[in-house]
């Protein structure tokens, strides 16, 4: 069965650092992954997908990478700011079913 | 714009209560789901329809029911013999099941018990 772990829970680092968020998984045959920002109260909001082929992509501040070989992928923010505050959370679409298993989140607070 | 719509945002349930929530998205997307999400955990799927007139169970199907009627809509009836409801539910949808295209998601529906 697949499982999504995100480590760490909690993050909170100064406005300008540069930070990664991490996402590990169990089972290496997936179809894709995901990652989405979840602000308080709010939906998720897609950020970059990864096809199961590819090892990276890139939009803005954002890189995502992903290893299917060892189960994880990193999500890289650059210059964070106050704005990028929010729940991050990476999920996997498994090739049996397609269906989406998410990790539990990290919540990240950028302080000015 | 397109995009999906939760409604209500807040939704109050009281003992032995049937409540339904709707979902409605104008992207033409084939498939659409539902989660709940409760604190300090992730996403779990309740249940997932990816044409009109067929849905099946996700991991946590047991006191909710569905229909996918129209392309547009996929309403969540969460029942009394649901006896923890008390969670964020979220609406999505995508392209296919096997798309590689994003699944987009709506604002959330808060469900509490009175």
């Known amino acids: 069965k697949q499982e999504v772990t995100q480590i760490p829970a909690a993050l909170s680092v100064p406005e300008g650092e540069n930070l990664v968020l991490n996402c590990s998984f169990t089972?290496?045959?997936?179809?894709?992954l995901q990652w989405f920002r979840q602000d308080p109260g709010k939906g998720l909001t897609s950020l970059l997908l990864?096809?199961?082929?590819?090892r990276e992509q890139t939009s803005g501040r954002l890189n995502a990478s992903l290893d299917k070989s060892s189960g994880r992928s990193t999500l890289y923010i650059a210059a964070s700011q106050p704005g990028d505050s929010a729940t991050y959370l990476c999920?996997?679409?498994?090739?049996?079913?397609?269906?989406?298993?998410f990790g539990q989140g990290t919540e990240l607070s950028v302080k000015p | 714009d397109g995009g999906i719509t939760q409604s209500p945002k807040y939704l109050f349930r009281k003992e032995g209560q049937n409540v339904t929530l709707s979902c409605e998205q104008n992207?033409?997307?084939?498939?659409m789901y539902w989660y709940r999400q409760d604190p300090g955990q992730g996403l779990r799927l309740i249940y997932y329809?990816?044409?009109?007139?067929?849905?099946q169970k996700g991991d946590i199907a047991e006191g909710y029911s569905v229909s996918r009627e129209k392309k547009e809509s996929f309403p969540l009836t969460v029942t009394s013999a649901q006896k923890n409801p008390t969670a964020f539910y979220l609406c999505?949808?995508?392209?296919?099941?096997?798309?590689?295209?994003?699944?987009?998601f709506g604002d959330g529906t808060r469900l509490s018990i009175l």
């Open positions: 999920a996997v679409r498994s090739n049996q079913g397609g269906k989406l298993i």
């Open positions: 329809s990816q044409i009109v007139n067929d849905f």
């Open positions: 992207l033409n997307h084939d498939a």
């Open positions: 990864i096809q199961s082929s590819q």
């Open positions: 089972d290496s045959a997936i179809y894709n």
């Open positions: 999505a949808s995508s392209m296919g099941t096997y798309s590689n295209q994003p699944q987009h």
